[in-house]
């Protein structure tokens, strides 16, 4: 069992930029994959990024390349998801999760609550 709680989340202008944080405790931090996904209101819950266990692999969904980045600490037991010049339609409640790959796709296993963030035009 892994408990993860997400940080970080609020309200940003057009074009700004938050963090955020996911600390895991539980099982063994650096035994697992770590992933982002967003879930928008009415919309269903989308893959944003994922990082391996030791962070030499990262993957991100296109709508994000170049602007999102993550990365993990595993010595404090933490992924974070650094996210620069946001959109309104990067609003969303961000999710972490412990995450595999299977080929093409980032399946979760445990999740985090949400962190609700908001992008005002």
């Known amino acids: 069992q892994v408990q993860l709680v997400e940080s970080g989340g609020g309200l940003v202008q057009d074009g700004g930029s938050l963090r955020l944080s996911c600390a895991a405790s539980?099982?063994?931090?650096?035994?697992?994959?770590m992933a982002w996904f967003r879930q928008a209101p009415g919309k269903e819950r989308d893959f944003v990024a994922a990082?391996?266990?030791?962070?030499?692999?990262?993957e991100y969904a296109r709508s994000v390349q170049g602007r999102f980045t993550i990365s993990r600490d595993n010595a404090k037991n933490t992924v974070y998801l650094q996210m620069n010049s946001l959109k309104p339609e990067d609003t969303a409640v961000y999710y972490c999760?412990?995450?595999?790959?299977?080929?093409?796709?980032?399946?979760?296993?445990?999740w985090g609550q949400g962190t609700q963030v908001t992008v005002s035009s």
């Open positions: 999760a412990t995450a595999s790959n299977h080929g093409s796709r980032w399946l979760a296993d445990y």
């Open positions: 539980g099982r063994r931090f650096s035994n697992y994959g």
């Open positions: 990082i391996s266990w030791n962070g030499g692999v990262t």
